[in-house]
């Protein structure tokens, strides 16, 4: 196949991809996933940008940008809400496809090109993710995850209330979002899984096997603060999804993914301080250690850590024979 159009695109043609990104209160990351954006190999795209009413530096971050660049399409209102504002952009968009990206991530620079020649080549697909790493506030790659890459696989995840592709990693076809109604605004924190539902009744879903994105874990993502009544949310969406399809489903996506209280906290601190510690990186181990304990100080386990990362040799790497 031929290689997608990718020359900055000409000023009587719409751009191919429409970049969306919705902003609220990320001013700590924000220089880093806007400009992993525009620094993508693939430069045939717009770039909307909606500030939803943030009360920190995003909107002097966003209107340096703006000025900046042509290709961003930037919008400052009061704040509406993550739904409300993606249905916004998706008003906006010129573009024939539809790449979601969120103020704390990191996209990796081929992501769009990947994804562009993947939809180019596969019209029966109206969505495509890719796997991605965790990474935390400094960078540091917390683990990778594996996606599911199947129609079938992907479907199945979604119908048990399982995220089966990262939303900021995703990349949809305009006409199909427009097919569907676009994000429901009645589910607040899980308006990307009811639209992975609806898609997944007019095309097939998939995941890029490539590393796209970098998926940042931290103590202000709405994902965190919000985690049990996004959970609530996914239930409804599948209940929805399974009266349309006519099927009787099981919730199965009941277990924390990401830390929400004290005892996750400490759980998912630890896992990442023992993955920091068996791949050498001292300081980072410290680091986890030292933030389980002050989730639960009364675990051994958490101290066990620190004291490991603060005085025992460090595993070699292992090396190919």
Known sequence: MSNPTNPSNPPDRPPLVSVALSVYNNDRFLRVAVESILNQ?????????????????SLKILQEYAARDHRIRFTSRANRGIPKTRNEMLAQAQGEFIAVMDGDDLALPDRLLHQVEFLQ????????????????EAGRVLMHHLTATTDAEIQQLALTGNTPINHPSAMMRRSAMLQVGGYDETLSTSSDLDLFLKLGEIGQLANLPETVLGY??????????????????????????????????????????????????HEFMLRYGWHFFNQGERYAAILYGWRSIQSLPLALDGWKLLACALIKPLPQPTLNP
């Open 216 to 265: 940042r874990q931290h103590d202000r993502a709405i994902s965190e603060l919000k985690q049990l009544e996004q959970t609530e949310n996914r239930r409804k969406a599948c209940e929805r999804a399974w009266q349309r399809r006519g099927i009787t489903g099981e919730f199965t996506a009941t277990a924390a993914w990401r830390p929400f209280d004290r005892p996750s906290r």
């Open 121 to 136: 080549q596969h019209p029966e697909v109206v969505c495509v993710g890719g796997n991605y790493d965790f990474i935390d």
């Open 41 to 57: 190999s693939f430069t045939n795209f717009e770039f909307l940008i909606v500030d939803d009413g943030s009360t920190d530096r």
